[in-house]
């Protein structure tokens, strides 16, 4: 299985696993605070692998390459916007809708990021793709209808909904930088965001609860938030934004899942059905494979990587053959035919 495929799914396993968590948490702070509190979790838990890694890397070119200059517009975009608006809008609508049906309303996320990267950032994509986009947005119409008619239900809903276009530009910014250093990217976002919210939750006057439940708070928000995103940057730069979105939709079944488990919901006939269809457009998306004749043109950037086909570069520093290994390298010019994703050597037009 390819690589980014898997650092996807753990993702997706890892975020989907927080959303019940997080319901279990929702009343005990405002939006705000739980928000910041989970990310602060996360960041604080990132910058503890952060050190610790430092301190056992002996070469300079062993480490990943840091944000640039460059990347700052776009990194600070996906922090205003999957950091701070994403996170709350979610804890708002687990206020009014239950565990199981936000885990899978938040397979709009992938739908959402996916229209983003066609439609604005030109990703290309196929018709099996594209069908599997429509029968997650048709079981996304399913969970809607059944909870317009509940009170505050509808409401909720849009929250959710909301919280996924969030975290879709995230993703699509996210990609910008994605060459960079995961764990930098996810640490700097939580600690920004983390302290953002909480501060915002604090100034409106809501208190903290036990140090025990902030702690245990914390915890989710570093598995669940940390980690979850450490590897969903990994999978986006070797699948691109679409295709990643796509494997991420497997987090709303593992938060459904453990819902039903830990919260004793209730699913009823819409629930299956949307479930089923969610399954079938990730099946779809699953099974793609996309090859064909493209070409490379001249490109400079630095990231961790290997001497593979498509690094065959010198170097202007003594290099002792370890890899991998981060510097700034030069692309030249190739033009070749094998099966790849829209990662970040195969941005071509089609």
Known sequence: MHTGVIYAMLAALLFGAST???????????????????????????????????????????RPATLSRSDLPWYAGAVLAGGVAGPVLLMLGLESVSASSASLLLNMEGVLTAMLAWFVFKENFDRRIFIGMLLIVAAGVLLSWDHAASQGGLWGMVAVVGACLCWGIDNNLTRKVSASDPLQIACIKGLVAGSLNLAIGLAMGSQLPASSTVLLTGVVGFAGYGLSLVLYVLALRHLGTARTGAYFSMAPFAGAALSLLMLGDAPDALFWIAAALMGGGIW??????????????????????????HHQHSHDFEWDGAEPHAHPHQHAPLRHSHAHYPDIHHRHEH
């Open 284 to 309: 779809l998306h699953l099974t793609e494979s996309h090859a064909h004749e493209h070409e490379h043109l001249p490109m400079a950037h630095a990231h961790l990587h290997r001497h593979d086909e």
């Open 20 to 62: 019940p968590f997080a319901k279990l948490l929702v009343g005990q702070m405002s939006p705000f605070a739980l928000a910041g509190v989970l990310y602060l979790g996360s960041g604080v838990g990132l910058l503890v692998c952060y050190v610790a890694r430092a301190a056992l890397q002996r070469h300079a070119q062993d």
